[in-house]
């Protein structure tokens, strides 16, 4: 398949905004939806739409046949030992939750600590910052270097005995930085510390194994690889999911109910409380079946190349500063220009028919880094070509001279 002709799996891209055809830049965001994936919510609704698990009814089987094949999908393509490791949830920020409240803080004591880095999304900060104020324990930051890397010396240092749990991004959503994930897990079991790692920015542009990185947990959104909202994976070691409480009480999570006494569910029922997003989960199935029909590994090559493009036309525009110039980036770049916001950026952007994001990315503390209110964002996915770039490119500078 070339690269070219993807954006006609695409039918959102098939319009105009302002009158001018759409380039979507905000791939870090929310990616859009190829036909395939479409078209499976239209027929699991058209054809097959009924609750799982327990019917006996043909419908119900149909249903519950293709929600747990999308589980084994998504356990393949991830390297799981086993489909029972794969838990469907809302998205990243529910997995990092669950976590939080499930498994971390029941074991933490007072002046515990609990370690993430500087370049967190929100969603892996404020669940950390909730359990440490409930059990009064201490959160303890990985800083960044200007480049916007971690200093994994810096690490070193602060993981000790106190250290309960270490949760780090794989790749900053605003900075575009792919950490050494092995590196990290590796330094954490030699500590005897279980380790999350929030993949949200990862999935779709990285060849990841469950296997080869040994993380104990790691999550993914959705709609960040092509797949519906409202969906996303918890991916947890057997040994230790079935070791854990449930994060919520419902329907599909028991195996009995009595007013003495439930006896709770095997995993990963046990995780699943309530009626799920069916047709999400076997839509984001469907998704990862159109990606490993191109090809992870030819994806990566591909938006390798529009980052490199992206960021070379960008550094020969004098009045921009590329945020983040880590050595191992996915295809993400923010950027200030001087003397113009940010949102003023997107607003000409997108009278030109261009989406990127403006904003501080739900990551503040980055912002506070590099002592600025926001950054314009231009994130990269499959449909992305170089004409697209050379598009943005363009309308930056018309956006610079309307503000000379």
Not at 113 to 131: F, K, L, R, Y
Not at 251 to 258: E, F, L, N, Q
Not at 286 to 311: D, M, V, W
Not at 394 to 404: D, G, L, Q, R
């Amino acid at each position: 398949m070339l690269f070219e002709d993807i954006k006609d799996n695409f039918p959102i891209l098939d319009q105009q905004i302002n009158g001018e055809k759409i380039v979507y830049l905000d791939n870090a965001a929310t990616t859009q939806k190829p036909k395939n994936v479409i078209n499976s919510l239209i027929n699991y609704y058209s054809k097959n739409n009924s609750n799982i698990h327990r019917g006996v009814h043909t419908l119900s089987q149909k249903a519950t046949e293709d929600y747990e094949e999308s589980r084994k999908t998504i356990a393949n393509f991830i390297g799981a030992s086993s489909s029972k490791e794969i838990i469907f949830v809302r998205g990243a920020t529910e997995a990092i939750n669950l976590i939080a409240n499930s498994y971390v803080k029941p074991l933490l004591k007072k002046d515990d600590e609990i370690i993430i880095s500087q370049m967190e999304h929100h969603a892996n900060i404020v669940p950390w910052q909730m359990i440490c104020e409930e059990r009064k324990a201490k959160l303890k930051i990985i800083p960044i270097n200007k480049n916007g890397e971690l200093k994994l010396k810096k690490f070193n240092e602060i993981i000790n005995k106190k250290t309960k749990f270490i949760s780090i991004n794989h790749v900053s959503n605003s900075l575009g930085t792919i950490n050494p994930i092995k590196e990290i897990i590796k330094t954490a079991h030699q500590n005897k510390i279980k380790i999350m790692i929030d993949g949200a920015q990862a999935i779709q542009h990285l060849e990841i194994n469950m296997n080869e990185i040994d993380a104990d947990f790691y999550c993914f959104s959705g709609h960040k690889m092509y797949a519906p909202t409202g969906i996303g994976i918890l991916y947890g070691k057997k040994e230790i999911l079935e070791q854990m409480g449930p994060y919520q009480g419902g329907g599909d999570m028991i195996k009995s109910v009595t007013f003495e006494k439930t006896i709770y569910n095997d995993i990963p029922n046990r995780f699943e409380a309530g009626t799920p997003n069916i047709a999400g989960a076997i839509a984001l199935g469907k998704a990862i079946e159109y990606l490993n029909e191109i090809g992870i590994n030819n994806i990566a090559k591909h938006e390798r190349h529009l980052l490199n493009y992206a960021t070379s036309k960008l550094n020969k525009i004098n009045k921009i500063k590329i945020i983040g110039k880590a050595k191992e980036k996915a295809a993400v770049i923010s950027f200030v220009i001087d003397g113009i916001h940010p949102h003023d950026i997107g607003t000409i952007m997108d009278s030109h028919g261009i989406a990127i994001r403006t904003g501080h990315h739900c990551t503040q503390p980055i912002m506070d880094f590099y002592n600025i209110p926001a950054t314009a964002r231009a994130s990269f996915a499959i449909y992305n070509t170089t004409k697209d770039i050379d598009k943005l490119i363009e309308a930056i500078k018309k956006c610079i001279e309307v503000f000379k």
